[in-house]
C-alpha cells in the first residue's frame, strides 16, 4: 500500500478523541462543584479569547500570501487544531459530569466522594489525600481520582477501620485515622 498521500505529522495531530480518562462502565463522572466551574471556566475562555486570537492571526498570516514556509500561519494551524481539540473533550467532559457536593457530608465519619482522608499504612506512615473527580484530581496537591485504587478501597469506611488495598505488590491494609469535608456554603 502507498503512503505518498498521507501526512504523517498532521495524522497525529488532529486525533479527535485525546485519550479520555477510564470510567469504570456504566459509572458517572463525579466532579465537585469548583471542578465543574473551573473545567466550564477554561471551555468559555477558550471560546471567547485563546480560539478568536488564534483565528485573527491565522487570518493575517494567510493574507501574507506563501502559505508553505509561512511560520504564523502553520503555528495558528496547528493552535487551533489543539484548541478545538481541548474543547470537543471539555464539552463532551461537561456533559457526562455529574455534580456532588462533598459539602453536604461535612460533619460524617464516612467516606465518600469529596472526603479529605487520613490514613496510615502498615509501617505506620501517615498520608492525607483528597478525594475527587477524575478531570479535576492533582496527584501534586495530594488529590486522588475517586476510581483510583486507595479512593476505591477507602470509599464507604469510616473513621477507625481498618481496609485492605491491593497494589501491584500485594494487598497492604490501611487503617482510616480521620474524614473532613468542606463546610457548606453560607446561605
Known sequence: MSKAFTRETEAADDDDDPQLPPLPSGGK????????????????????????KVVDIVH??????????????LYGKKRLREIDRRIRFLTKRLE???VADPSVHHGSDQVFFGATVTYADQAGLERT?????????DSLQAQVSWISPIARALLKAR???????????????????AVRYPAPAAS
Open 60 to 73: 493575517w498570516a494567510a493574507s501574507n500570501g506563501d502559505r508553505s514556509e509561512n511560520g504564523d500561519y
Open 29 to 52: 463522572n463525579y466532579i465537585t462543584p469548583q471542578g465543574y466551574a473551573r473545567l466550564r471556566a477554561e471551555l468559555m475562555d477558550l471560546i471567547d479569547n485563546e480560539r478568536p
Open 129 to 137: 489525600i483528597t478525594i475527587l473527580g477524575i478531570d479535576e484530581a
Open 159 to 177: 473513621e477507625g477501620d481498618v481496609v485492605k488495598l491491593v497494589t501491584p505488590l500485594g494487598a497492604e491494609e490501611v487503617e482510616v485515622l
Open 96 to 98: 457526562i459530569a455529574e
